[in-house]
């Protein structure tokens, strides 16, 4: 069994070494190790630079101390590490210039285009219920509404607005989906009566089913998640559970840009490259 590390963001994780270049918010530099195995699932990593010093002194024993160091990481950091400077073989360098019309705010942009987002949950339906989109006061709401961040279902089903980021392999950016999650009753009461507090980020993760169908993937509903409390005035960070879903996966090891050029080119309303 690996030791462990205790790290301030992530808790109780094994321990990972990586070259120093690669920790903090590094991006693009190379990712190079040996191949993970079950005994050893996160092999010491190091960039594209060391790894060029590495080969010109012919291995590690004999590159000076002071060209290459080594710091120890948590197993999450070194994956977001991993994600971060894995080297893909497509990138954005070529959507510079492109051109697309925002659906929200009905303005031009440029460059690539990393946000879409969905206004409803997956089980509202328009045309059978006629409640408010807007309620303007939370303690007297109706059981069935849809505003900009929740929604109520008869009173019986609860939906909260959230983001899902995607990491992009090789860039600091994420590809980020605005989507809906279902809620307990408890939860979602919790959450109007804490809406402008700001202990509310104290709040513990709270489960959460995927409701937002995404057409890029194979049905997305119902995917385990938790969603983690932000502070007010911004919208929750859902965390999926692992599982062997594209979605999932995706989340978990990185989207390739590749892949995001395609769903983006699939999704803009309007392109003018």
């Not at 010491?44 to 790894?51: I, R």
């Not at 987002?117 to 059981?143: I, N, T, V």
């Not at 979602?188 to 089913?209: A, G, I, R, Y």
Request: charged share 25%; hydrophobic share 30%.
């Amino acid at each position: 069994m690996p030791d462990t590390i205790q790290c301030a963001a992530h808790g109780e994780t094994p321990e990972t070494y990586i070259c120093t270049h690669l920790q903090g918010e590094s991006f693009g530099l190379g990712f190079n190790r040996e191949d993970p195995s079950e005994e050893n699932p996160y092999p010491d990593a190091w960039c594209d630079a060391c790894e060029s010093l590495r080969a010109n002194h012919d291995g590690w024993e004999n590159v000076p101390d002071n060209l290459c160091k080594i710091v120890l990481l948590c197993s999450v950091c070194y994956e977001r590490a991993r994600i971060r400077n894995t080297r893909p073989s497509v990138t954005f360098d070529d959507l510079a210039q492109l051109r697309w019309k925002c659906g929200h705010c009905e303005e031009w942009h440029h460059g690539p285009c990393l946000d879409y987002g969905y206004d409803k949950p997956f089980y509202w339906d328009d045309k059978e219920q006629e409640a408010s989109r807007q309620p303007a006061d939370h303690q007297d709401l109706p059981k069935t509404f849809l505003n900009e961040d929740y929604c109520s279902i008869d009173g019986e089903y609860f939906f909260i607005r959230g983001l899902i980021h995607l990491p992009i392999l090789g860039a600091a950016e994420s590809l980020c989906w605005g989507v809906w999650g279902s809620l307990s009753r408890d939860n979602f009461q919790k959450l109007l009566s804490m809406e402008n507090d700001p202990e509310c980020v104290n709040l513990p993760p709270m489960f959460s089913w995927l409701s937002t169908s995404i057409a890029d993937y194979p049905d997305t509903l119902s995917l385990k998640m938790y969603a983690h409390i932000q502070p007010p005035g911004t919208r929750p960070h859902f965390r999926l559970e692992p599982s062997d879903h594209p979605f999932a996966l995706e989340y978990h090891q990185g989207i390739t840009p590749e892949r995001v050029k395609g769903i983006m080119l699939r999704r803009l309303p309007a392109l003018n490259a």
